[in-house]
């Protein structure tokens, strides 16, 4: 049964703790949610729309509520409540990231294979992007188109130029070579991808989600986490996992299967995503909070008139 009072939007865990979070958030980047049909996802949307309207359905479980709440967080944009495309959810960073980080890991060697793998993946990462930012910034297609471009050059100079700067180096260090352009691709591609929010500012609220003006200030500190949250997701398995390749591949059984490395790294990585999706999503939280100390002298002025020292932080939606 249904408790009384039962709220579909309060979060199922402490939101303000990291395994509160983490919890959180293995249960929304579930991958197997991108194997609900549209009609269950749109019927969960429905489901958690009345319950917001206090209709709960007859009949309806708390456990069915949940699951509904699980899947429009998966599927649907916090900000708008419109259906995200698949490649772009969270939840299938695990099947997307997998694939074209394992191939990134193996096919490393030559110039032309480190330049379409490092294409398809920020092709890839430019729709993540897009598909997770602060909706309330409204972002044109030609600054899409020249945050794609950008971030594309600037992960193929550094893949390529390290690529070939590593040639004489330990095979090691050739191998963390698709890491760094990872890193730096998404040091620039989010920032452009999402620089209306630093020109005009991101709107931030009170405790009780009443608006209180735009902070470019807030839009900075949102990025700024997500970018680290993007490069930590991407750490672990780029660092680590040619570390335990380079030493399986020493051994007899594994060079006499090359054909299968391709996969089983495509495989170990996505054992990596499965949790690291979740945990790099849990570093801050979702609703992020800046100081009024922090914010720009004339929306701190603003606020102070109106709210007196009412309001001593205030809150915003950082993206993913």
């Not at 930012?133 to 600054?143: D, E, F, G, I, K």
């Not at 590593?166 to 999402?194: D, E, S, Y």
């Not at 790294?265 to 909070?289: D, E, I, K």
């Amino acid at each position: 049964t249904v408790p009384l009072g039962f709220d579909i939007d309060a979060p199922r865990w402490d939101q303000s703790t990291f395994m509160g979070r983490l919890k959180h958030f293995l249960n929304i980047t579930d991958p197997r949610t991108v194997l609900v049909r549209e009609e269950e996802l749109d019927r969960a949307k429905a489901l958690v729309e009345s319950c917001r309207a206090g209709l709960v359905p007859p009949g309806s479980t708390q456990e069915q509520l949940l699951y509904a709440k699980k899947l429009y967080d998966s599927a649907f944009h916090p900000d708008t409540g419109e259906k995200m495309n698949l490649i772009g959810r969270m939840s299938f960073q695990v099947p997307g990231g997998m694939a074209l980080t394992g191939c990134m890991l193996q096919f490393y060697r030559t110039v032309p294979a480190v330049v379409f793998w490092q294409w398809m993946n920020q092709s890839f990462n430019a729709i993540v992007n897009y598909t997770n930012r602060n909706a309330a910034s409204p972002v044109s297609l030609r600054q899409i188109g020249v945050a794609y471009v950008t971030a594309t050059s600037t992960a193929l100079a550094t893949a390529v130029g390290l690529n070939l700067y590593t040639k004489r180096a330990p095979p090691l260090l050739a191998r963390w070579v698709p890491f760094a352009a990872v890193a730096a691709a998404n040091c620039v591609n989010i920032p452009l991808m999402r620089q209306q929010e630093i020109i005009n500012g991101i709107m931030v609220t009170d405790g009780d989600n009443n608006e209180l003006g735009l902070s470019r200030r807030a839009a900075v500190k949102g990025i700024a986490q997500v970018v680290i949250s993007r490069v930590t997701m991407a750490a672990p398995g780029m660092i680590i996992l040619p570390i335990i390749m380079e030493r399986l591949e020493k051994f007899p059984f594994m060079q006499r299967i090359r054909v299968l490395h391709g996969p089983l790294q495509v495989l170990l990585c996505g054992g990596f995503l499965l949790f690291m999706v979740p945990a790099a999503c849990a570093l801050f939280p979702q609703r992020c909070s800046l100081a009024l100390a922090d914010l720009e002298l004339e929306l701190r002025d603003s606020i102070v008139a109106k709210h007196r020292d009412k309001v001593p932080h205030v809150y915003f939606n950082k993206g993913l």
